[in-house]
């Protein structure tokens, strides 16, 4: 995902912006410019999306706040953007009286689990699929 331009990843955020309920915070470099979000021309270098996660009352837990999407450049990694970008979310919700964060992390993402887990997330669930050819 290196070198994606910021213009179409924000086109794309945009649209998916139309919802009260979906939140996105993005990172670039560069010098800011008068010109409108979507026509920058700075270099992304990560983002992080969030929706919220009522809960019904038939579920015993509270609203979370999950996050979707959440990207690093390759070479800002461990160079705490991602603690940055975490914080957003964290203080967003906290704006909003949501009171848990939750993701979703790929089995084999070792390195994301690790921070994850180095921030405080645990696991609760397993998020399992199936091709639905196979059943």
């Not at 912006?17 to 700075?42: F, K, M």
């Not at 070479?75 to 909003?96: P, Y």
Request: aromatic share 8%; proline share 6%; net charge negative.
């Amino acid at each position: 995902m290196d070198d994606v331009p910021l213009d179409e990843e924000v086109e794309f955020r945009l649209d998916r912006l139309e919802s009260d309920t979906y939140q996105a915070w993005v990172a670039a470099e560069g010098e800011p410019t008068d010109e409108s979000l979507a026509e920058l021309s700075r270099e992304l270098v990560g983002f992080v999306t969030a929706e919220v996660d009522s809960c019904p009352p038939v579920f015993d837990r509270p609203d979370r706040l999950k996050i979707g999407d959440f990207y690093v450049q390759e070479s800002r990694r461990g160079d705490g953007l991602a603690d940055d970008l975490l914080d957003r979310v964290a203080e967003h919700a906290r704006e909003v009286g949501i009171p848990e964060l939750s993701l979703d992390v790929d089995a084999d993402n070792e390195r994301a689990m690790g921070f994850y887990q180095k921030v405080g997330f645990e696991p609760h669930r397993h998020y399992m699929t199936v091709p639905t050819e196979t059943l």
